[in-house]
């Protein structure tokens, strides 16, 4: 979507107002038709919208009035976060005069013919909401205390008090003593409110029997210093990044010895079995160092498993001082705030909106970027945690992902990977819905950014829009990961996955259609309660039919509050490790014959490091994310090369520089 593209714009005379500012998406050679005259028969058919083939979709004529559409109801399901504790608000609107013109921008919105921001920018009444596309900018939800609510009020009382019962990202409009207003809530912030508050951690609190001294020398504790221990995937790793840079805004500076940190952090995944152990494990240590300066060192359990757990944590572990779920990634200050006004115990794991970041994320690379276009999950599959540990799906406003990834090109990023746990099925909780594949296309102009990939897919949500936009657009990777879990429609059913085995291949056999050299990489799990040997050799001849680039398979391990759990059914651990063992070796052969058919190719790397292991090698990805290795030095990073495979590994390409495309 080209936003800077020209359009001719005709419109009523009553719906014009005296010289308005030239728009933004109007091109400065060009300027708007004189309007018609107000005499105009009303017979007259509606007027019409001119616009270039490359242009944004226009802005459309108002249509007869319709019936009013006030305060739509999307699925609950989609949204339950309470509207309590708000204590900012941002809104994008448009304020007109009458309920023809709300009902004709609703309507153009929400058939994605025009954007709020345009329609705001040319028909607002309001010369403030023009000048700023619409946007209010953050407000305090603090009522105002004028005596009538004033016309060029950007935002009066009586509008702030409906806004704040509305749910976010939902387009709305609504009629109000000056006038309509169609609008939608931007974004929210919520304060934090603790979940419960544990045992005090008032200044000078005496070491209980449990916190006993281990050692007569203090540890050395390095003052305002943190350290981030991060399990599972890459929302983890994203959650990290933030986590650390709203810590190095409040003072404090991240290093690499966890023994000396003043904060340590555990943030923790809960997919897999005894993941609650291994926290214990990890915090052992530190408990200890706890024990020896119980001022000095603060303890922090983020991720899954705290979301999950919660106060049973503290009892478990009574040194740790704060625990808080994913959706608390992005308020870290917010908690240690709570932590210090309320000298105890913080468990935080309560619902929240989770809002747009004010802080930049600290990547841990400066060439590749997280960005998280989805957060939680609506699946309820019969063996996974994530629903219940990352929440309710939320997709982020498309403006305000396009806005991340603009910022990323001006930093000299080069390629961003979109994030959720189930990507492709952004935007179904937006009003009006969005989908990856519109996601794709609106941001794909950016300038800079040369790669966009995306994951975690879902096989329910591959359509074959996405994939003939992928093929598409040049930018957009041709790399999906599509956890198939299993090859048997029964344990399939059983999961509660969604799709059968034959739609499944049917989605891998469309994409090697399209792009024969896409790589198509899976998740699978073997050992499911009542899985059968012929249910298994399905998930074999599965992997034959479709030959996956990748395959994470794993045994099937029990999870706390699942379905699955508490199946009667329940595999033998041994028959588990012998499926695994099958399945492990038949994915490292499938990956080394997709690697092999690279030999002698001559393919695209975005050169992201030095090869650890060679330091005459720099290590980069193909376009199907093959690592490859070449021989080059520092120079090349961040360069898109073109490499002549010569080697190939199951999951690396080895070659010869050939050259530098930019």
């Known amino acids: ?162 806004a704040l019962r509305a749910r976010p990202a939902t387009l709305q409009f609504e009629q109000f003593s000056y006038g309509w207003e169609v609008y939608i809530v931007s974004d929210i912030r919520q304060s934090v409110q603790p979940t419960k508050l544990g045992a005090t951690r008032e200044k000078g609190y005496t070491v209980n029997p449990n916190m006993r001294r281990t050692s007569q020398k203090p540890p050395h504790i390095i003052p305002h210093s943190f350290f981030i221990q991060t399990f599972g995937c890459q929302m983890n790793a994203s959650d990290s990044e933030r986590i650390a840079a709203q810590l190095e805004s409040q003072g404090y500076h991240q290093i690499d010895d966890p023994n000396k940190s003043a904060i340590y952090m555990l943030n923790t995944c809960a997919l897999r079995d005894h993941a609650e152990q291994k926290v214990y494990s990890y915090l052992g240590p530190h408990a200890q160092r706890k024990w020896d300066a119980p001022q000095q060192v603060m303890l922090i359990v983020a991720g899954c498993v705290a979301q999950q757990e919660g106060d049973a944590l503290l009892s478990r572990v009574p040194e740790i001082d704060i625990v808080m779920g994913p959706q608390y990634a992005n308020r870290i200050t917010d908690v240690l705030n709570l932590y210090h006004t309320s000298k105890a115990q913080v468990v935080a794991v309560d619902p929240i ?211 699955a759990a508490s199946r009667p059914d329940q595999v033998n651990e041994e028959v588990k490790m012998e499926r695994l063992a099958i399945m492990n070796k038949k994915m490292r052969e499938q990956a080394e014959q997709r690697s092999r058919r690279y030999l002698g190719r001559t393919v695209e790397v975005l050169v992201e490091g030095m090869n650890p292991k060679r330091s005459n090698e720099v290590s980069g990805r193909e376009r199907t994310n093959r690592i490859v290795f070449c021989e080059g030095g520092t120079e090349l990073i961040g360069k898109l090369i073109e490499v002549t495979v010569l080697e190939a590994y199951p999951f690396s390409l080895r070659g010869i520089l050939r050259r530098v495309i930019k």
């Not at 010289?19 to 005259?37: C, E, L, N």
């Not at 979709?57 to 976060?81: C, G, I, M, W």
């Not at 989805?374 to 309820?380: A, D, H, N």
């Open 353 to 563: 909106h989770i809002h747009e970041d004010i802080s930049k994320p600290k990547r841990s690379s400066s060439i590749t970027a997280w960005v998280n276009i989805i957060y939680g999950c609506l699946e309820r599959c019969t063996y996974c945690v994530v629903p219940n540990t990352r929440g309710l799906e939320q997709s982020r406003p498309m403006s305000s992902i396009r806005r991340e990834i603009e910022a990323l090109a001006a930093e000299g990023y080069r390629e961003v990977v979109l994030l959720g746990q189930n990507v492709d099925a952004y935007g179904r909780d937006l009003y009006p819905k969005a989908t990856l594949s519109e996601l794709l296309r609106y941001i794909h102009d950016v300038d800079g950014i040369e790669r966009i990939r995306f994951t975690t897919g879902h096989p329910r949500y591959i359509s074959e829009n996405l994939i003939n936009t992928v093929y598409e657009l040049p930018k957009v990777m041709e790399h999906f990961h599509v956890p198939p879990q299993s090859g048997d429609s029964q344990v399939l059913k059983a999961m509660k996955r969604g799709y059968s085995r034959e739609r499944y291949i049917n989605i891998a056999r469309r994409i090697r259609e399209k792009m024969p050299d896409a790589a198509i990489c899976a998740d699978t799990i073997v050992g499911f309660p009542g899985e059968t040997d012929d249910a298994f050799q399905n998930t074999v001849s599965l992997a034959d039919e479709v030959v996956f680039d990748a395959n994470m398979v794993r045994a099937y391990s029990a999870r706390p509050n699942t379905i």
């Open 1 to 162: 979507m080209n936003r800077s593209t020209a359009f001719t714009l005709h419109l009523p005379q009553p719906f014009l107002r005296a010289s308005p500012p030239r728009s933004p998406f109007i091109a400065p050679s060009q300027t708007r038709t004189t309007p018609p005259s107000r005499t105009r028969p009303a017979h007259t058919p509606p007027p019409r919208i001119t616009c270039s083939k490359s242009a944004t979709p226009p802005v459309p004529s108002p249509p007869s009035p319709a019936p009013v559409r006030r305060l739509p109801s999307p699925p609950p399901r989609f949204y339950d976060f309470s509207n309590h504790h708000v204590h900012a608000i941002r809104l994008t609107h448009c304020r007109v005069l009458s309920e023809h013109m709300a009902s004709f921008i609703h309507n153009a919105v929400k058939s994605r013919r025009a954007m709020l921001s345009q329609m705001a920018t040319l028909l607002s009444v309001c010369d403030q909401t023009r000048l700023s596309a619409g946007d209010t900018g953050w407000i305090s939800t603090a009522p105002h205390h004028s005596k009538s609510a004033q016309p060029s009020s950007p935002v009066p009382d009586e509008f702030l008090q409906v």
